[in-house]
């Protein structure tokens, strides 16, 4: 009898030592901080995007949206929040529960959005970037009028209005371009890596939320 209870005691405690916590002990995965940390970047780029463009926009109101694009920024931003609603949401296995579902469809959605919103204002921040780095500007009352050649006559020209002194679009609006290079170029890999989280092997790889027992305490499931 003592032999028996002693196995049985054994048993009992590689059954428990195999069983995954209870959800009131270690609640926190081991890969939500990963997209949690994602979640975080995309917060900061978006509005580090967003403030270099309204920025840009004060040199001077004749500067297109697509010039300043302090709406990718905004975008991005929501982006971040539904990054942020997925770290918060209770891990359940196998997607049971159809808040966990809708929201990571969601921001991997959203993420991929992000990343063709990013690559496009790269573009344009490129090519505006090339072209006021060759302008040639004089000073016109209080505008700035710029133009590719100034030996050309019917070269074109641009007029930037209320600009004050030309050196801001040959110097600091160039070098808002260029800053607007690098962070969007940040903001697409991040948001590669965000949808790239959450399409691996459907979600077989990295956790995101809360995490709580499986239904059965002899195996813990990865989904």
Known sequence: MGQKGSTEKKEARKRRDGSPEEPGQSKRCRGCCFPLLVALLQLLLGVAVAVVAFLMSAISPSLLTRETPHWAGIILFFVSIAGFILYCVTYVPDERTSLQFIVKLLYLILCVIGLVISVLVIAFAGHHYSLTSSLSCEQVGGDC???????????RSFVYEAAGDCEVISGTLTLYFLIQILLNVAQALVCAVGAFIMWKDRYQVFFAGLQIAAPSTQHWQRV
């Open 145 to 155: 009028v710029c133009s590719l050649d100034r030996d050309d006559p019917i070269a």
